[in-house]
């Protein structure tokens, strides 16, 4: 537990830190620019939360930047094509956040003009908006006083308190503790100071506590035990599924299919195959015709949230395409193929 005294002495010098050292990042607006009234656009704010839920900065940047060129606001968003968002997004992953993404533009635009709501509560009624894109954005972009707790924030404060209780169970002990910190002045500034202090100095194997403000605070620095924290809970070993999907070649092209709209890269684009699970006794007989289909050497692994997947991917070539949604070589990159899928195409050794 820490004095009211040395939290706002800390609140004070995070922020001193954010204003000094804070990232500069294509969709924040840093302090200098806030003081002379510049707002952050809840639009972009939520494209890069959205995009950055999986992955890094540098991968996620280019994405919104083609994004926001191409959808300048959330209106246009929500009048483009599913199909032309998904293709946008293939790269990123996690299909599921792209029909939100768009989802929730649709209903920003059809259901509130198209103005993001203000606070905390009413964003957390939209689709693919979870508590902490909710807090984010409130906080970014309407100063609201939220508590954002990322997998940053979660390690900073696991070691400013030393918290004992291991995560990802005990998420609840992560969130008071950053809330006893939370500053209510500069709400959106000192969450994105928090967040920069765990994704630039606070980092998971080798913190530069020497250059951190709140290393006179930290319980873990004082003892020497920084990477102790945070505590986690063994992962248990991911289930093995197994499949066979067919590559089938054509003048140029490459036969598709596209996934149901529930499950498992919904609405996704891929290649016929077997479903996943216990390795498919007769794969061939999930083949889109009888062919003698020539199986890859090697095999495709992938891993998911909850599985790890293997695929055998077989090819063949016909003279003639049977019916059929068929891709152009050439053009491939334009549809929206997830990972998986690309890495079965690369196996064949034809793209
Ligand atoms: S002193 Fe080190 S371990 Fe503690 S919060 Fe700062 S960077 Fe993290």
Redesign the pocket.
Known sequence: MKKSTEITKMRQRLLDWYDAQGRELPWRVRPEARAAGVQADPYAVWLSEIMLQQTTVPHAAPYWKKFLAAFPTVSDLAHAERDTVLAMWAGLGYYARARNLHKCAKMINDELGGTFPKTEAELLNLPGIGPYTAATIAAICFDEATNIVDGNVQ??VS??FKIEDPLPKEQKTYRDHAAMLASPQRAGDYGQALMD??AT???PRS???E?????P?????KDGQ?TD?PKKTKKAKLPLRRGAVFVLFSKGHVLLERRPDKGLLGGMMGFPGTPWGEAPAAPLEAAPMKRNWEKCEGEVRHIFTHFELRLDVYTAQISEMIEGEWAKLSDIKSYALPSVMTKCLSLTGKA
């Open positions: 390690r900073v070691r400013i202090l765990g100095l606070c980092s913190p530069k506590c250059l951190c403000p709140w290393q605070h930290c319980a873990a620095y920084q924290y």
